[in-house]
T-cell receptor
Framework: DTAVSQTPKYLVTQMGNDKSIKCEQN?????MYWYKQDSKKFLKIMFS???????INETVPNRFSPKSPDKAHLNLHINSLELGDSAVYFC?????????????FGQGTRLTVV | AQKITQTQPGMFVQEKEAVTLDCTYD???????LFWYKQPSSGEMIFLIY??????QNATEGRYSLNFQKARKSANLVISASQLGDSAMYFC????????????FGTGTRLQVFP
């Protein structure tokens, strides 16, 4: 069973379009995240949710809107896509946010904006 | 200032040899956790090993061990008996006690294992 699953795995779209990436975790974790990995492989946190509540918004443009319908799901909607949004987006989850809590990652969604 | 620094963009190691991947960190919080992740070419992020700031002993997980030097603020990953399947990107990450809501990642080291 996949612990953290994201769909789609690949997404190619034109500038200006709106797209969504879905994420689900079956680990019973309370906290979920979205990370962006750029072309240089740098991973940067975008959002963190705990029990459906937003706890971190790391200066992400408001074209990006996360939505957590329940604590097992954290979807990412992106409006008016730009070329610079091309990246790999990772969803992750963790049991809690203690210092010793590792995060489990989904397989990533490679977004290409043309 | 960078919170996590990985100064080796790329490393080569021969199969069956040991290799050390460097990681230094910057925090004023006495409580923190350090993590290493592996990202193979297939793209997924795989958790490898964890070290807590208060842990007295270096963490080990199979062929992975962490050389934790608190005074130097370094947490180097040691992979023993390298295998071809160890070829991947390796990321060091930290969770700070005063802001545990996120994992902060370094820029990664690409390890290539050759026969």
């Amino acid at each position: 069973d996949t612990a953290v699953s994201q769909t789609p795995k690949y997404l190619v779209t034109q500038m200006g379009n709106d797209k969504s990436i879905k994420c689900e975790q079956n680990l019973g974790h309370d906290t979920m995240y979205w990370y962006k990995q750029d072309s240089k492989k740098f991973l940067k946190i975008m959002f963190s949710y705990n029990n459906k509540e937003l706890i971190i918004n790391e200066t992400v443009p408001n074209r990006f809107s996360p939505k957590s319908p329940d604590k097992a799901h954290l979807n990412l909607h992106i409006n008016s896509l730009e070329l610079g949004d091309s990246a790999v987006y990772f969803c992750a989850s963790s049991q809690a946010t203690e210092v010793n809590t590792e995060a489990f990652f989904g397989q990533g969604t490679r977004l290409t904006v043309v | 200032a960078q919170k996590i620094t990985q100064t080796q963009p790329g490393m080569f190691v021969q199969e069956k040899e040991a290799v050390t991947l460097d990681c230094t960190y910057d925090t004023s919080d006495p409580s923190y956790g350090l993590f290493w992740y592996k990202q193979p070419s297939s793209g997924e992020m795989i958790f490898l090993i964890y070290q807590g700031s208060y842990d007295q002993q270096n963490a080990t997980e199979g062929r992975y061990s962490l050389n934790f030097q608190k005074a130097r603020k370094s947490a180097n990953l040691v992979i023993s008996a390298s295998q071809l399947g160890d070829s991947a990107m390796y990321f060091c990450a930290m969770r700070e006690g005063y802001n545990t809501d996120k994992l902060i990642f370094g820029t990664g080291t690409r390890l290539q294992v050759f026969p």
